[in-house]
């Protein structure tokens, strides 16, 4: 049973990974997509190479430089440059929504990359979330004209960086196992710190951003980037990653929580059902919700007395 102290925690964690879609939406329109991200990077850089000599992890983080590389692509500059992409289109809350398909596309892609069963729960749960994020986009169709291609293509960078998620978490299931994650969480910062540094200068805004934008910026990084990693893989070597992992599930209610009361967005019973269904078809997926069990006919070699009993439930 969990402590209340790390039930707190948990909390914590989903309340400042809901954060995150906050400070994007205030801050993406005044940077612009690809600088934000490139200036993201490297302050959470900054903040994480301490942090990986104070655990004495820079070693690891060098030894598997090529994979953490990749990951920093994956993981970091690409998903970086499409949510900052969605956040000049739709609100935070709905990105925070449609962040919560991660362990959807990782169980997917874990199936046919990595040969993983899928089970009738899986295949359910897998099934119950994509017809959520179907209902939630389906909802904005009646925008029509430009603002419908808009939202459109909004919702499709939260999913393509979702999907890369995914990839990542399978990548580093088969090839990275055994590097301690937070080597790789802050090397991650620094290899797309070091891609994203040309794109960044090349598209900084003429404009300088004001001081919100800014203040935005430094607390997503030091916050959302470094702050929540240390605790959340401290809960991870606590009460292991399925626990920690329940945090997760509270990043799409703080999402829309932090949104509505700092940007006055709404939040609609249509985008609370679909919520709903996705984070339960995310839970089955993950095993955290489980299918009731169907009553199981007796074995051939059973005798009459269990088949009765079989033929009464059948009947109830």
Same mark, same amino acid.
């Given at each position: ?7 707190? %925690? ?18 993406? #329109?005044?940077?612009?997509?690809? =600088? ?13 190479? /301490?942090?990986?000599?104070? +655990? ?65 729960? +899986? ?6 979330? &994509? ?8 909802? @904005? ?8 291609? %808009? ?19 399978? &990548?580093? @299931?088969?090839?990275?196992? %055994?590097?301690? /994650? ?18 960044? =200068? ?14 935005? !910026? ?16 401290? !809960? ?12 997760? &599930?509270?990043? #799409?209610? &703080? ?10 967005? #709404? ?16 839970? !089955?997926?993950?095993?955290?919700? @489980?299918?009731?069990?169907?009553? +199981? ?16 439930? +059948?009947?109830?």
């Amino acid at each position: 049973m969990m402590r209340r102290a790390d039930v707190g %925690q948990l909390v914590l964690v989903g309340a400042i990974w809901g954060a995150s879609y906050l400070f994007i939406r205030i801050a993406a #329109p005044a940077f612009g997509p690809v =600088a934000m991200a490139g200036a993201r990077a490297i302050l959470a850089a900054l903040l994480m190479l /301490p942090i990986l000599l104070w +655990r004495g992890v820079a070693g690891e983080t060098l030894r598997h430089w090529k994979g953490i590389a990749l990951v920093g692509v994956t993981n970091v500059a690409l998903p970086f440059i499409l949510f900052n992409f969605a956040a000049l289109a739709i609100p935070a809350g709905l990105s925070s929504i449609l962040s919560s398909t991660t362990p959807l596309f990782a169980a997917l892609i874990g199936a046919i990359w990595l040969g993983d069963r899928l089970t009738v729960q +899986r295949m359910a749960g897998l099934a119950i979330g &994509f017809a959520g994020v179907v209902l939630l986009v389906a909802d @904005k169709v009646h925008l029509g004209g430009g603002a419908l291609w %808009q939202t459109l293509a909004a919702a499709f960078a939260c999913l393509a960086a979702t999907l890369l998620y995914g990839f990542t978490g399978n &990548f580093i @299931k088969r090839h990275m196992a %055994q590097v301690p /994650p937070l080597a790789i969480a802050g090397g991650s910062q620094v290899a797309a710190a070091v891609l994203l540094a040309l794109p960044m =200068a090349a598209t900084w805004p003429e404009t300088t951003p004001g001081l919100e934008a800014w203040t935005a !910026l430094v607390a997503l990084c030091a916050l959302c980037t470094s702050f929540v990693y240390v605790l959340f893989y401290d !809960l991870i070597a606590r009460l292991g990653a399925s626990r920690a992992m329940g945090s997760l &599930f509270l990043i #799409p209610a &703080f999402g829309v929580l932090w949104g509505g009361l700092f940007l006055g967005e #709404p939040f609609t019973l249509r985008m609370a059902l679909c919520c709903g269904v996705i984070l339960a078809g995310c839970a !089955l997926t993950m095993g955290l919700l @489980k299918l009731p069990a169907w009553p +199981r006919g007796p074995a051939p070699g059973e005798d009459e007395a269990a088949r009765k009993r079989w033929t009464i439930v +059948r009947l109830r």
